[in-house]
């Protein structure tokens, strides 16, 4: 059972535009939601997280926005460009035990010059 | 941000022999780490949690005894895969948090190619 679910699955956008990928969650438990960066034949890099007690953070041109009413938390990037050009996954975990991460099945964003 | 290092980055061997893939964490003592596998184009699947001085914990699914982890010191992880198949060949990435419940930072990965 999948417990993070992504999308869209892949995102085209053009140079300058906003990127917006969603993750909704079930777990009520989770309490840590971070969005990873992942190019091609790399580890994922850690881009930005939230935790449940504010409704988003903003660093940069990258922005996470948290509903936890709907359990659901969206990344925005802003003034999208090429190089941001990559896999993007969100995660959840919960902060108690391993902190196991939970991943969303991943966008592949293509920002066109 | 801590740095998590793996070698090699990548390997080529034959059907039937074993690889030792290590994972270290640069800049801090982890207690935990974490191993994942990933396909093309798909996203990541954890392996097991490998605990210092301890067995690692299996997901569901995972050969423990094909998947041979050891965690020996706070910085050093090892993934062994033994008589590994065509089947194996995958992108293995370790990942480790500075403390429990923390953020889990990534290595480079491993890309394993079984001939």
């Known amino acids: 059972q999948q417990q993070v679910k992504q999308s869209p699955q892949s995102l085209i956008v053009q140079k300058g535009g906003i990127s917006i990928i969603n993750c909704a969650y079930e777990n009520t438990a989770f309490d840590y939601f971070p969005w990873y960066q992942q190019f091609p034949g790399k580890g994922p890099a850690l881009l930005i997280a939230?935790?449940?007690?504010?409704s988003e953070k903003k660093e940069g041109r990258f922005t996470i926005s948290f509903n936890k009413s709907a359990k659901q938390f969206s990344l925005h990037i802003m003034d999208s460009q090429p190089g941001d050009s990559a896999t993007y996954f969100c995660a959840a975990s919960m902060r108690t035990g391993y902190s196991t991460l939970t991943f969303g099945k991943g966008t592949m964003l293509l920002v066109s010059p | 941000g801590a740095v998590v290092s793996q070698h090699p980055s990548r390997v080529i061997c034959k059907s039937g022999t074993s690889v030792k893939i290590e994972c270290r964490s640069l800049d801090f003592q982890a207690t935990t780490m974490f191993w994942y596998r990933q396909f093309p184009k798909q996203s990541l699947m954890l392996m097991a949690t490998?605990?210092?001085?301890?067995?690692?914990?299996?997901e569901q699914g995972v050969e423990k005894d094909k998947f041979l982890i050891n965690h020996a010191s706070l910085t050093l992880s090892t993934l062994t895969v033994t008589s590994a198949h065509p089947e194996d060949s995958s992108f293995y990435i370790c990942s480790a948090s500075p403390r429990l419940g923390e953020t889990q930072y990534f290595g480079p990965g491993t890309r394993l190619l079984v001939l």
């Open positions: 490998s605990n210092e001085g301890s067995k690692a914990t299996y």
């Open positions: 939230i935790r449940p007690d504010v």
